[in-house]
C-alpha cells in the first residue's frame, strides 16, 4: 500500500489515546506518552497534517436523545447503472436518521444501510415516507438490533516495523 504511514511506538500511543478520548490536552497526551509537550504536540500535528488523523468528534448518547430503535436495512435497487447508484447515494446522504451506507457485494441487496430513529412508528414513517420513495428502490429488509455487543470506532492500529 503506497498510502500507509509508518508508526513508531510513540505514534502508535498517540493514536491509541486519542481514538479512546480525542479530547486529551497537549500536556496529558506529552505526560502519558513520555515527552515534552512541544514534540508531542508536534507529532500530532503531523499526524493530522498526514491525513491519518480525519479529525476529532462527539460521541452523543442516543438513547439520551430519545433515539432508542437501531435498525440495518438492505436495499435492492431495480437497475445498477451508476446515474441510479448516484441519485440513490446523493438521497441518504441527506438523511440524517442514516448514520452509515455501504454498497456492498455477495448479497441480493445492493446496499446496506444504519439507521436510527425514536421508535417503531418513526421507523414506520421513514421507511414508507423516505426510503421506498427513493427512485430505484425495489427493495427493502429490516432487521432491527436488540443489542449491540461490540460498539467502537477505534481503529486497531498495525505493529511499528521497529
Known amino acids: 500500500m503506497a498510502d500507509q504511514i509508518k508508526l513508531d511506538r510513540i505514534d502508535r500511543h498517540l493514536l491509541e489515546l486519542l481514538q479512546v478520548n480525542g479530547d486529551m490536552s497537549n500536556q ?38 430519545g433515539l432508542d430503535l437501531l435498525a440495518l436495512i438492505q436495499i435492492s435497487m431495480d437497475r445498477h447503472t451508476p446515474e441510479r447508484f448516484d441519485a440513490f447515494e446523493a438521497t441518504v446522504r441527506r438523511c ?37 420513495r427513493i427512485e430505484g428502490v425495489s427493495g427493502v429488509h429490516s432487521s432491527f438490533v436488540m443489542r449491540k455487543v461490540v460498539d467502537r470506532s477505534a481503529l486497531p492500529l498495525p505493529e511499528s516495523s521497529k
Open 28 to 65: 496529558e497526551l506529552a505526560d502519558t506518552v513520555g515527552l515534552s509537550p512541544s514534540p508531542c504536540s508536534r507529532r500530532v500535528k503531523a499526524l493530522q497534517d498526514s491525513g491519518l488523523i480525519e479529525g476529532y468528534r462527539v460521541h452523543l448518547n442516543a438513547k439520551k436523545l
Open 96 to 132: 440524517p436518521e442514516i448514520l452509515e451506507c455501504y454498497l456492498i457485494t455477495g448479497q441480493a441487496s445492493d446496499y446496506v444501510l444504519k439507521v436510527i430513529v425514536k421508535d417503531m412508528e418513526a421507523y414506520q414513517q421513514f421507511l414508507l415516507g423516505t426510503l421506498t
